[in-house]
């Protein structure tokens, strides 16, 4: 601040702003009190230079909660607010709204206080500046008003000057004092519904309690789910409205991230709807808090639902409380809708608190947001590098799965492969890379191409650990990687078993009986080993289930990595074994939870129909549709019935083409993703299956729902279609997303042919 020297004579007060005070609290206690008891104001701040900083610096407030919340702690010098502008101009100011709302605009104000500040400084010494907030409705303020505020702020003056006289600090502290307002405060402040009726203070402080809440709830959201469940809880239900919803805004439209209560109209007429469109929701996202009251008078307020109520608050990243126009606004990352029943006045605090709210909130949907697209990004690098689709195979029959670990956006190095090296030679591989990170996902995909390089060349499985050991040294990567390789011969099923540090895989056989098929453990890759690495044959009789698996799936069970496998694997007995994907399911379902699983987990399962089966030996065709191809789904009904044709299933075509149709349509049109479609042929049943990349389940829904459930469920229409159809039908990840699957008996008599 200036320094320059002051008489000692000067007056302590100037006009009827008398200032008292033998120490700064004592002093910026007494101006502000006497400010806001003159001008009949909620709060009065006083703000102290920190010329080093070049800000203005929160030293005292008083009045009462939230009003005196909503004042900034530090502003800048240039900031365009009434405070900063006092400080500059020597005059006094009055808060200027930066986006006046329209003529024909009946709702109120977003931000409910009127701000007047003016300078506290002397002739030749500026210390600060002074600020009142009085409520909307105490109107303007009249000129002499204006001069008793700055007699008030002289007076002060004076008294700061004579402390630095006598030698005493005049700034700012770390954190403002704040001093709650006095019993003679306006009770008409109050606002109803919270606290205790007519007792000063207890409506301004019981609103503290949902916001404090609200910040340590947002504090642990990690999904856009927890964040809406925050808002209910804190704002919804003490506000008493009827529906929430938040929205963004991409790619020219709006979207519903989230919504709770009596929602789906309000969700209905948002989602979709155009971000330049007349809307108060398409107003908000340009930067203004909009409360409509219930009247219709404007262009904004004809969405309104009649006696509806509603607000809309823009929710902003930096935290702050949006509608307090001083800062320099970042960004609108997202609007929160409000709906009311009945008209409604919006009252003075409850904008105060609402505008805070919309702050945290603000700030909470840009990180989980964030961490929805890492996670997304991590789920998109996997799927990339896990295989598309296990190939078609003659005489064996594979399927697999793939979970997660709970580690948040992070990858894992779990993977699997199957390959076609002759027409009756195939290769089985199931591998694990250690950690969670991009470095074990690349280190994956790098160890996977090699596998896949000697695989195609003819190497026999002891060959390709070895050699794709020697690729992971070339990298200088420090993971090491576990796996097993198993070459099955399916004419006279001799399988061919190496291992690097990996589980042993177990076979189910015909009988019933489950066993290891042993090979020498080895040491993983990427751990020096002096010996050449050794395999082991075995022999596989018709109709045995191969499993191969790894750590993650059963590392979490007490019992030993085998006791566990051989535990999912099934019971000895001669009963036949499951359909393969019954089993995978089966299999995975009695996995722990993902929130108790620390590591992901793979399962490749096969079996082996063995030569000289060729009437049990399942035929398959394929076909793939690219993404957002509107003739996809007529293709795949052609498809269908040429193939189903060509078997000599007439009978059963218009049956399967319906369901290829629904799910084909519900994959192009929620997954937008590519598609791709198998028909398998069995003894006594047609296998269809319909893979896209959206992992979340299609899930049937009721005919009647209720008007909170509709927007969940527009997609499932159709599944129920399915759900009348098929014999059977399953859904489960695949790796790069789901696979849906539908089980379809042979009539009698239609025995297939071709």
């Not at 009904?637 to 629904?662: I, K, N, P, T, Y």
Request: glycine share 10%.
């Amino acid at each position: 601040m200036t320094s320059s020297t002051t008489g000692r004579d000067q007056r302590r007060g100037g006009g009827s702003g008398v200032v008292h005070g033998s120490n700064l609290p004592q002093a910026l206690h007494s101006a502000a009190r006497e400010a806001r008891r003159g001008l009949d104001a909620v709060s009065a701040a006083v703000y102290l230079v920190d010329e080093g900083e070049g800000t203005l610096r929160l030293a005292l407030a008083d009045g009462s909660a939230p009003s005196f919340f909503t004042l900034p702690g530090r502003m800048t010098l240039d900031m365009p607010s009434a405070t900063a502008r006092a400080w500059a101009t020597g005059k006094a100011a009055v808060l200027i709204d930066p986006d006046p709302a329209g003529p024909d605009q009946k709702h109120v104000l977003p931000y409910p206080y009127i701000a007047l500040s003016v300078p506290v400084a002397t002739d030749d010494r500026r210390f600060g500046a002074l600020t009142v907030l009085r409520v909307e409705t105490a109107g303007v303020f009249r000129p002499e008003e204006m001069q008793r505020l700055e007699d008030v702020g002289r007076g002060l003056a004076a008294v700061l000057a004579h402390l630095v006289d006598d030698g005493a600090g005049v700034e700012a502290g770390p954190v403002p004092m704040l001093v709650p307002a006095e019993e003679e405060v306006d009770t008409s402040v109050c606002t109803p519904g919270w606290g205790v009726p007519d007792v000063p203070g207890s409506s301004g402080t019981s609103m503290m309690f949902p916001l404090r809440r609200l910040s340590e709830l947002l504090n642990r959201a990690t999904t856009m789910d927890d964040v809406v469940a925050a808002a209910q809880y804190c704002l919804m239900s003490p506000l008493r409205a009827d529906a929430l919803v938040l929205v963004s805004a991409r790619e020219g439209r709006l979207w519903v991230l989230g919504h709770s209560g009596d929602s789906a109209e309000l969700a209905r007429r948002l989602h979709g709807a155009g971000v330049d469109d007349q809307t108060p929701a398409a107003a908000a996202f340009r930067g203004r808090a909009l409360y409509l009251t219930g009247e219709r008078t404007s262009v904004l307020d004809a969405t309104s639902a009649g006696e509806r109520s509603e607000a809309y608050l823009p929710l902003r990243s930096d935290g702050r409380f949006v509608d307090l126009p001083v800062a320099v606004r970042s960004p609108v990352v997202a609007v929160c809708g409000l709906a009311f029943s009945g008209p409604r006045q919006f009252p003075s605090e409850e904008r105060v608190l609402l505008g805070m709210m919309a702050g945290l909130i603000g700030a909470a949907v840009e990180r989980v947001e964030l961490i929805a697209e890492q996670r997304e990004a991590a789920q998109l690098l996997q799927r990339f590098l896990l295989p598309a689709r296990l190939p078609d195979l003659s005489r064996l029959v594979t399927t697999a799965r793939y979970r997660p670990a709970d580690v948040g956006s992070k990858v894992g190095g779990d993977w699997f492969d199957v390959f076609r090296v002759a027409d009756d030679r195939a290769v089985l591989v199931i591998g694990d890379v250690e950690g969670h990170a991009v470095e074990s996902a690349a280190v994956m995909g790098q160890v996977r191409t090699a596998m896949a390089s000697y695989a195609t060349e003819g190497h026999r499985p002891a060959a390709m650990i070895d050699r794709t050991g020697r690729v992971l040294a070339a990298l200088g990567t420090a993971l090491t990687v576990t796996c097993c390789v198993v070459a099955l011969d399916t004419l006279d099923g001799t399988a061919e078993v190496a291992l690097a540090g990996h589980p042993v895989p177990l076979v189910r056989r015909r009988d019933g009986h489950i066993d290891a098929l042993d090979a020498p453990a080895n040491v993983p890759l990427g751990v020096p080993m002096a010996q050449p690495f050794e395999a082991r044959e075995h022999t596989l009789e018709p109709g045995s289930v191969l499993m191969l698996y790894t750590n993650g799936l059963v590392s979490s069970r007490s019992a030993s990595p085998e006791a566990c496998a051989r535990d999912l694997l099934g019971s000895t007995d001669a009963a036949p074994a499951p359909h393969l994907e019954d089993l995978a399911e089966r299999i995975v379902s009695e996995v722990v939870t993902p929130q108790q699983r620390r590591d992901d987990a793979a399962l490749l399962l096969a079996r082996y129909e063995g030569a000289g089966q060729h009437q049990n030996e399942p035929r398959a065709a394929g076909m793939h549709i690219q993404r957002r191809d509107l003739r996809g789904v007529r293709s795949a009904r052609a498809f269908v019935h040429d193939q189903l044709g060509s078997w000599g299933l007439d009978d059963m075509s218009d049956v399967v083409e319906l369901a290829a149709s629904e799910i084909v349509t519900n994959a192009l049109i929620h997954a937008g993703s590519d598609v791709d479609l198998r028909l398998r042929i069995f003894e006594d049943h047609v296998r269809l299956e319909v893979r896209d990349s959206d992992t979340n389940p299609p899930i049937p829904s009721p005919l009647s729902l209720t008007e909170a459930e509709a927007p969940e469920a527009e997609h499932g229409r159709g599944m129920l279609i399915v759900e009348s159809l098929a014999d059977e039908w399953t859904s489960y990840p695949n790796g790069q997303g789901k696979t849906v699957a539908l089980k379809l008996v042979i009539p009698e008599g239609a025995a297939p042919g071709g």
